[in-house]
């Protein structure tokens, strides 16, 4: 997928924008074809050689609370429903309440055309069996991105050299595609862009700036606040221009954006061209999904 070239100084300057308020007018478009970027394309995870889906679905709402309470059943209709629409990229974690219910939910899924990414939490003393355990429980036979999950501390990497030497021994391996990380602070997510190790990039953003890093790495921001938009931005640009994969997380601001208005901002925002290459979402209906759909379409549509 080719995209226009702009400078940094551009990219921060109209995400900047956008976080103020400034963003494309809505268009209601229908007819797509193959040639129009849609929701379910399989776009390239920056220099990884991985193809998710544009659009993903994401399994841990409130640590995964929400999509278990649709119970085992609903949770696999749900999910052959995201694949049934072209939605092919599954975001779970070991400490989500669904990691124990993927495995029913993938089974009988051609394992190919799936890209399975989960994350990795704490510090355990055997991470390479760790991994293996990820792959026995899911019935698979690798996993295309695994991440650190939820790294705070700015030095993040020291206490998780033996995780990260671990990661790369299985990716060595072709156990795991790609490696990376989950960050929920500035200053974790400004180590993480120094950092060579990382191939994936799982970042939280939203115009609104909900839920979003802020400079005090011991502050979860659960507040909209759009002036934390632009230094996370930044670092995005950083991770563009090294190659990394960026993944989008907290489109919805957790399920806090209940306004329609809002949930359009806030996507319009994540589909700019050149700003992420892929989205996680956490759904409970298939009307969310067909929603998400549609307005990743239409927004696409305006991209340049």
């Known amino acids: 997928m080719h995209r226009r070239e702009i400078t940094r100084r551009q990219f921060i300057e ?9 963003l494309l007018s809505p268009a209601a478009r229908i007819g797509w074809s193959a040639s129009k970027k849609t929701a379910v394309d399989l776009v390239p995870l920056g220099k990884t050689g991985l193809k998710p889906s544009r659009l993903g679905i ?3 709402t409130n640590s995964g609370r929400v999509q278990k309470e649709l119970g085992q059943e609903g949770f696999n209709r749900l999910l052959r429903y995201a694949y049934d629409q072209g939605i092919t990229y599954i975001d779970i974690a070991r400490s989500y309440q669904t990691y124990p219910m993927l495995r029913e939910a993938i089974a009988g899924l051609p394992r190919e055309k799936l890209f399975i990414q989960t994350k990795m939490p ?9 991994i293996d355990r990820y792959r026995k429980d899911f019935g698979v036979d690798y996993i295309d991105s695994l991440l650190i999950h939820c790294m705070i501390a700015p030095n993040w990497e020291e206490e998780r050299k033996r ?3 671990a990661m790369q021994e299985a990716k060595d391996k072709k156990i795991i595609r790609a490696h990376g990380v989950s960050c929920h602070s500035l ?6 862009v120094e950092l060579d190790w990382v191939d994936v990039h799982l970042v939280r953003v939203n115009p609104q700036g909900a839920h979003m890093d802020t400079a005090d790495a011991k502050t979860w921001n659960a507040q909209s606040n759009a002036s934390h938009v632009p230094a996370v931005m930044e670092q995005v640009a950083l991770m563009r221009k090294k190659g990394r994969g960026v993944i989008g997380m907290k489109i919805m601001g957790e399920g806090d954006f209940t306004k329609p208005e809002d ?6 925002f994540a589909m700019q061209g050149g700003l992420l290459d892929c989205v996680t979402i956490g759904f409970k209906s298939p009307a969310e999904i067909d929603e998400a759909i549609q307005r990743m379409n239409s927004a696409l549509a305006e991209t340049v």
């Open 163 to 165: 995780v990260m030497d």
């Open 122 to 130: 704490g510090n355990p003393e055997k991470p390479l069996e760790e």
């Open 14 to 22: 109209r995400t900047a924008a956008v976080a103020g308020g400034i």
């Open 263 to 268: 949930r359009e901002k806030s996507i319009r």
């Open 187 to 192: 200053a974790a997510l400004k180590r993480a």
């Open 58 to 60: 994401g399994c841990g």
